[in-house]
Nanobody
């Protein structure tokens, strides 16, 4: 049983920054579990934005490379997404996900970037 609690979303102007957090609790072995951030824009399918593999390899969607940074604090069992130079097209609901057991999702946090 794993619980993921997200925070950090909000409303920002284009060019601004936000940091999303995803705190994990439960049976997950955080340091060896692949994790990622997904987003779902209105009327669109959920897409992978950034991920960390089980071997700690980082990967990013082309649309966010150079602007977003995924990281995790093993001791705190928290996943982060630092988002800089935000654009209106970054608007959507952001979900964290852990690839453990059946897979677990956070509740989602809204990010709105105004132009």
């Amino acid at each position: 049983q794993v619980q993921l609690v997200e925070s950090g979303g909000g409303l920002v102007q284009a060019g601004g920054s936000l940091r999303l957090s995803c705190a994990a609790s439960g049976s997950i072995i955080f340091s060896v579990t692949a994790m990622g951030w997904y987003r779902q824009a209105p009327g669109k399918q959920r897409e992978l934005v950034a991920g960390i593999t089980s071997s700690s390899r980082l990967n990013y969607a082309d649309s966010v490379k150079g602007r977003f940074t995924i990281s995790r604090d093993i001791a705190e069992r928290t996943l982060y997404l630092q988002m800089n130079s935000l654009k209106p097209e970054d608007t959507g609901v952001y979900y964290c996900h852990v690839n453990y057991g059946p897979g677990y999702w956070g509740q989602g946090t809204q990010v709105t970037v105004s132009s």
